[in-house]
């Protein structure tokens, strides 16, 4: 409709009257002790190379969907829609940028070096001139990208066209890479897919997991809101809200996937967001026999948890499952498994360890978190 | 994500394994009888003028909400976007008609006349050669749009950037382009504007009542599907599904317009498509004194109809408002106002006319119906 | 608030102001060929027995979602409301009637007979009298059902209060009650509850599928719109919709069940639902050498199919999966696997079987269905 | 389902396995400074009189909402069910007493003195023995409550059943329970009802302004979550989450009504509501010529204001418009309406007033609140 567009020539030329220029929805996931929670997509298209929109349009929308930053990255090597274009690799990004700037977005200069396999399709973030990256052999183009000390991530290792099982496999490219320095990271979500075997390969090869949507079209023709769904984000830990911390975050590894429901990622960074995602009430009590206490979970983050009674308490009896729904308080009720007997009451912290069914701290294993509950049991009376 | 770019490849290059190419909405407005309902936007733009998106999602968009037909209308004088194309005025067009036809989608091509108040914004629909269009003088293109054998349409009347208090006005360039001949039609709606001058002009002068997007960006983001938004459509009430049953339509004016929770539109056109959209259960009765009778009426069009009593019968009591839910059933109750003396009973057509709140035949006028209840009262027994 | 409860009295008493009296859902499964397909639910709860809320609410609530028959079946046997309460076994049923009347809802005596395990609990349908059900061996209860023309059903036959890991067993007491010859079916779903094994002996032992909200609370608290749940539907193949019908159709075995995002029952009832369902265009088409066809599948049910290549068509490549959305046309694309050489073009039937993945018709088993396509290939051109 | 009955069941009687109680909303509206906001309904009923949900469930449901108090107030007068009830009437907040302690809702006795205007249908609050209510003459009955400490509120005065024209009247009757030193306050909301006359007499009369559901349905019935529809709710702002701290909020008068998409009060209550709920980013800022500045609020209620531009700053340019989604942030630009001549810049706090369109501080008046800006102007750089 022509207001917006008049919003946006608002915004962008500043030569209109003065607008409302949208709103942004806030993505609920907390900070964590030292690290702000950055929500990122390192992996987008635009009509400069096969994706249908502008770039503008991809800062528009990721910061009307509260992200953070984002990378936009361009195909080198395929380019279908080209013979429409007037343009260089580094037209897009030049585009976004002054949109970036007045939403507050963090922007990051990227660039897809599409190759087949291996070593496969590669991102190059924080590059400098992507013109430069324009070569025949992929090994040319990674040196060039470090040159320009950017730095490289591994995109859709599993990808049906590439790997028709669907399967990642590890080639001795890939370890070439890694020898370069610069190549710190994996997809472990692109898109709707999830490749288990690469969260693998992040723990034990140092890399950082990251999940992107890779998407061509708008995020809501991709993902229908009607049906909850929403783009795979990475969450970056940054010690603050810029390019520079994002860089430092990523190539220190400190992520973790939002994707579909649930959370990927290692357990020392999923750990402090699912305790920081929590709010605990009716902690400490004492139960006399075998009365009944009550306990309220607030989850401030924008995730449901799944949880499964890992380890049962030997005296106190937990429920075997609880969910924890987003933006909700969820009470659950606990007891002493047996009466007392004697005059003495026990003291005790419960040891209740629950796995979150939807927090995946590795191929099939789940972050699981202790109750931090104290209870003291005295004789019925 | 990925696996969406291969759908369209495969679709469009015909080249890829064999995929499902999506899936589409059905927009609920039954056919009327003699005519097909065909859902149509006329007013669309790419990043071939000042819009954000490429032709073709345009056609994917508009297919998968369940359209029938639209037209892309890039401005032939606004060209924001012109530094980085390699395009003349017919590209956009040509783009996506591929795609059109690949989905079975009625394209229809457009060009915008971008200019001033008056005559402001034209639409020349069914355009041979939009390059042809490009002149200063803006009689001069539409007289050359005549020759093409194009249409054309005034595109939003009262738009605040050319009328800052937001009323139409009419000037003598639109009595000139009456006199044309090829002056059909008027936005009535555009976007999330409404003029009601415009539909009285439209009643008045025979033009045809038009709604369109007039969208720049994706549909989903400028009207949100969780909040229930959808784009303003013209509804075509066409002999059949073809580019040239659409164009005699238009020219004939048998359309309404689609827009929020509302029609607009003419009597004549509206009365038959709200008749087509209620189906009645129980509407002959015998009721004894004063009894309650119920009647069902279900809506099976996709928009709610609110009515509200215009006409009481003097003899049967009824509902003063009713809501009728789309794609329910809703029931009602009546009886007679008062104990029938004597022997014999009533017979009777009721007089039931209930005027529908948010079906618009002027400005200010609703649509009345009459309901099809007939009634026998007798003595209570 | 006060107008609804003026709604209810005025259908209820009769004394009040002509009123519209709600709506209702449309619960999109069309009728299948012979039968109409009937939306009900046989196992509901009210203030009567431990369930929260009035018989009327359960008639309103199940007329307002769509659904043509309800049976209540307050417990025999298990009444913590009982000091609070005025009633015996047949109040609750006594109370619902007038307002099944008024709404067109079939209302079906019940009464569930609530034991340990075996037998378990099992619902009485269509009975008489239940005061004189109270009785205490569950036996004699089950032959003054049979007395009074009772059908009997078993509930939740893997109810983890009564069978602590969920699976259901067959004990003699359920030999003994199929002797009976008025045991006609089990619940295969019980609220969010799902028994495979059951399934199974309803196709062993000729049971009829059944599956039931065993609503204690409102159906829309137990089930969150929000979220797109809705109750456990049995759809019952009537040949007209009363009472009468319902039972034979019951003792004839013609059901499925609708529950989640399921269909769960015998092949030969989900078959010619799922037929009904699917309306289709293009499936008589000639191509070209491997020029691509596209065939559009209209489903017009209200549940998504998911659909998986079961037997590949050695001629002809299809798509592995299609996704059909409810109330939505989909649309794939199909072509000759290779070119045909020589002169002859080849006709013939494409055999592409499906399977359903969440068309449930044995433990394990799926729906398998054949696209009616039949394609004539020819030489490229 | 069974399984929520076991958890009730868990929850109530204390007996069976540890289990989950079910999740609550948080209704997003922030603290004021000095007082907690708390969230309440002071008129509901259940099967005790007209309702039709037993009364333990108004307290799950109105937990699970998010509540912090209701007051059960079944009429004492119109008693529909009473054939089938073995009650008093203190029974209905009786049972749901051990509930409501459960769930750690404040629960108020309360009972609905059901008499024809005037003085119309009032709730006594607070209530000792609701049986002591029961008398012939509606003045005996508040010096009843009186005795008992009761407070009084006036229901729904405008009522269409008792005022046809749907207009509240000011009786003598009500100046004589002024007189009485217990009647506090009066439904500005009813359900879906509004009041504008009785917002003004709390003004002029210090009355509480009220806003109830007066549910007799179960709220999701009454209210469809799929239209984001919601119970009226009356924020209180009290000292402490108490039943005590309520009841001395009530009688000081500190309460705004949050109804469909409004907030009603005091414009003393609403202001630090208001500002309590929004968050600034960028007021302090530095602009060259006629550059444009950002500034974003950050709304963290649930509730979206509609600002609109009241006080035009004479030098500022600033938009008309405003909507602040909730829990999201919205952007608007502003800048000089004119280039600064000579060499001095312009510090100045930005005369910015808006009126909240959906914030009623009286019948007809909207609430004004003023933009913390404060905006250094200098010469085009």
Known sequence: MKRLVLILIALLSLTEAAAQSG?????????????????????????????????????QEAWSEGLDAIAITDHLEYLPKKEYLKADMNTS???????????????????????????????????KDANALVKDDWKDVVLEAKKQDAIIMWNHPGWVSQQPD????????????????????AEVVNGTDFYPEVLQWCLEKNLTVLGSSDSHDPIKTEYDPLKGEHRPITLVFATERS??????????????????????????????????SLSWSGTTFTVAGREWAH??????????????????DDAIQLPRELRLEPG??????????????????????????YSIKNCLVGNGRKLEIAFPLDVRITRAN
């Open 243 to 276: 390019a520079e911390a994002v860089r430092e975050a990523l190539l220190a590894g400190r992520t973790a996937v939002y994707t579909r429901n649930e959370l990927i990622g290692r357990d020392e960074h999923l750990r402090p967001l699912v305790h920081a």
């Open 166 to 185: 669907g399967i990642a496999r590890w080639y001795e490219e890939h370890t070439f890479l890694l020898g370069l320095g610069n190549f710190f990271g």
């Open 23 to 59: 709103s942004a929805t806030i993505i609920r996931f907390p900070d964590v002790p030292g690290y702000k929670t950055l929500k990122c997509d390192f992996h987008l298209h635009t009509v400069f190379s096969d994706g249908n929109v502008w770039p503008t349009f991809r800062v």
């Open 328 to 353: 909700r308080s969820t009470v659950f009720s606990l007891r002493a498994r047996s009466v007392v007997e004697g005059p003495h009451a026990i003291d005790r912290r419960v040891n209740a360890v």
């Open 295 to 312: 306990v309220m979970i607030t989850n401030l983050s924008q995730l449901g948890f799944d949880l499964v009674l890992a380890t049962p």
């Open 93 to 127: 990004v030049a585009i976004a940028r002054p949109a970036a700037k007045q939403h507050g977005l963090i922007l990051i200069a990227g660039a897809e070096i599409t190759r087949k396999m291996p070593p496969g399709h590669l991102n190059a973030l924080f590059v």
